[in-house]
């Protein structure tokens, strides 16, 4: 079991940065998988970034890629998202998720734990 608490969220205007966090529970944190997702209204979720057990690899959707950075502290059971240069597109509320599985890592079925979100609304 773990439990998931993302944080860093906020209201910016385009262009700027903000770094998510994730803490998450449980002694296994190395054991999984970790990603980023993001729903927007009206939307489906949608993959943004996923890392492997170690963090040594790291995975990004398309419209992030070369702008959002995935990590993971796997001493401190967590993980975060580093997001430069935000676009009003990016505006959703962002999930950390934790998967066991050997599936696909942008696949959001494939993950067993998710946290609560947290609202990142950016400006024009």
């Known amino acids: 079991q773990v439990q998931l608490v993302e944080s860093g969220g906020g209201l910016v205007q385009a262009g700027a940065s903000l770094r998510l966090s994730c803490a998450a529970s449980g002694r296994t944190f190395s054991n999984y998988r970790m990603g980023w997702f993001r729903q927007a209204p009206g939307k489906e979720r949608d993959f943004v970034a996923g890392a492997d057990w170690s963090g040594r690899n790291t995975y990004y959707a398309d419209s992030v890629k070369g702008r959002f950075t995935m990590s993971r502290d796997n001493a401190k059971n967590m993980v975060y998202l580093q997001m430069n240069f935000l676009k009003p597109e990016d505006t959703a509320i962002y999930y950390c998720?934790?998967?066991?599985?050997?599936?696909?890592?942008?696949?959001?079925?494939?993950?067993?734990?998710w946290g609560q979100g947290t609202q990142v609304t950016v400006s024009s």
């Open positions: 998720a934790a998967t066991r599985s050997w599936g696909h890592i942008g696949n959001a079925r494939e993950y067993d734990f």
